[in-house]
């Protein structure tokens, strides 16, 4: 009587188990970023990783009971398209988490929206210092986001450790905002702001200068805006 129990229990127990593998739980990641193939984070250029992580996961057995599927759309590198994206991905699936966008103005609606749909943004981007903004405080604007890459916040706080370290006194910020629009649009403005914003936080005495190539002549620029002030034995650094 006892052992048929027992059989009877492991019988359940198995039923159970295949019940379970049967039904994997699904994890939809939804991925968000150009198509454009000229973007070094292209959809083209993302999907292989994300393929052999993925492969990679199942090899070693990481995340048995789940069935992971990933869906692309063109973030266009644009602050319209990429939450109108989001917004497609959040009613037309079940999305678990948000990877991407990549692209700091594409970011930034997404990871305003997501809290409210209680969906994580992950980003290898997202390099303005206002994203690292304190995430615990009640007003929080990016509560839901992760960033995984290097950031504009710590290139400042770089560069100005460096600065205190030499004990340079001035500095002086001169950046083409439309330079380097290829990895992603403002990227120098971004980075310049960033570091006018932790040069405030360091108390460091510092001025800004943007310099426009189609307008500025680089020689004036020296002389002007960097001159005998500026100009020094130690200042080749940048
Ligand atoms: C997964 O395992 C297969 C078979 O052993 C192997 O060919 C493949 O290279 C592995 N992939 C990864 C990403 O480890
Ligand atoms: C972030 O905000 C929380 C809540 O206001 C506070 O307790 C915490 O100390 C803050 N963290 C940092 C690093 O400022």
Redesign the pocket.
């Known amino acids: 009587m006892q052992s048929k129990t027992c059989l009877l229990l492991m019988c359940a127990v198995f039923m159970v188990k295949g019940v379970v593998s049967l039904h994997k739980k699904k994890l939809n990641i939804a991925v968000i970023v150009p198509d454009d193939e000229s973007r070094m984070f292209s959809i083209k250029h993302i999907k292989p990783a994300l393929s ?2 993925l ?2 996961i ?3 057995s990481l995340l048995p009971d789940i069935h992971i599927s990933t869906l692309f759309a063109d973030s266009g590198c644009s602050p319209k398209d990429a939450p109108i994206a989001a917004f497609n991905f959040h009613m037309k699936h079940k999305v678990d988490i948000f990877l991407g966008p990549v692209c700091d103005y594409s970011l930034a609606p997404v990871a305003r929206y997501s809290p409210y749909w209680n969906i994580p943004v992950i980003s290898p981007g997202g390099f303005a210092h206002n994203f690292g903004a304190n995430k615990s405080e009640p007003d929080s604007e990016y509560p839901a986001l992760t960033r995984v890459g290097v950031t504009f916040n710590s290139l400042s706080v770089t560069i100005l450790e460096i600065v205190r370290h030499f004990k340079w006194n001035r500095i002086k910020i001169i950046y083409d905002g439309n330079s380097m629009e290829d990895i992603a649009p403002r990227f120098c403005f971004l980075g310049a702001a960033a570091f006018v914003a932790y040069s405030k936080r360091y108390k460091m005495d510092h001025e800004f200068y943007m310099y426009v190539p189609s307008v500025h002549n680089t020689e004036e620029v020296l002389r002007e805006k960097v001159g005998n002030k500026y100009s020094g034995k130690c200042l080749r650094f940048l």
Do not use: L
């Open positions: 052999y992580t492969e990679y199942k090899n070693i």
